[in-house]
């Protein structure tokens, strides 16, 4: 935790460096995200939970550019239907997440632009809650993964100074470290988020 502090540290400090470059921005932005859940058992089902993202961005370059961003996100799921007993019905997480987006301006225009950006993006739990069958229990932790790998691709738009941008990610590893009792999950997140460029 103390590092991501420190990234974000230097993050502002670059910014706020080289704040009359032209070719870099930075700002804050927010976000929602919404997570499309699979498992390997056809008897459970899934309720997505609407999470959220709150961080920073910093973006280099013009028609190519890169964007390096830290964000504080939620995300959940609610399982139901014939669960393996013993098995968590309900987690909500908060994690620290850290894409590097590569992205190209497809329209480049005096107050409108329009892009596409993909690149990876790393996740690092920082809180747990974990339900099992209607029960909270401290004690007993689930194997979940606290750190995650996927890719983002998606597409967004600037106006003004205001930027947005609709992503798609993969995850490249399951949310359980192992198998909990016979069953495994995967999320799909789409995320929405919105930033302002303070320069």
Request: aromatic share 12%.
């Amino acid at each position: 935790m103390k590092k991501l502090l420190l990234v974000l540290a230097a993050m502002c400090i670059v910014a706020v460096s080289n704040a009359q470059l032209p070719g870099i921005s930075f700002g804050p932005k927010i976000g929602v995200n919404l997570a499309q859940v699979t498992t390997n058992v056809g008897s459970i089902t899934d309720q997505m939970k609407t999470g959220y993202d709150l961080g920073f961005f910093l973006r280099f370059g013009g028609k190519c550019y890169f964007q390096p961003e830290l964000l504080y996100s939620s995300s959940g799921v609610t399982f139901s239907g014939i669960i393996p007993g013993g098995s968590p019905s309900d987690i909500k997480l908060k994690s620290i997440n850290v894409p590097l987006m590569f992205g190209a301006r497809l329209l480049n225009l005096k107050i409108v632009n329009v892009r596409v950006l993909g690149g990876p993006i790393a996740s690092f739990i920082v809180n747990k809650d974990v339900t099992y069958n209607g029960v909270m229990d401290q004690t007993k932790e689930v194997s979940l993964n606290n750190a995650k790998w996927g890719f983002q691709v998606g597409a967004g738009v600037d106006v003004l100074m205001f930027t947005l941008d609709l992503r798609y990610n993969v995850d490249f590893n399951k949310q359980f470290s192992k198998q909990v009792n016979g069953f495994d999950w995967k999320s799909q997140p789409v995320n929405l988020t919105l930033g302002w460029k303070l320069f």
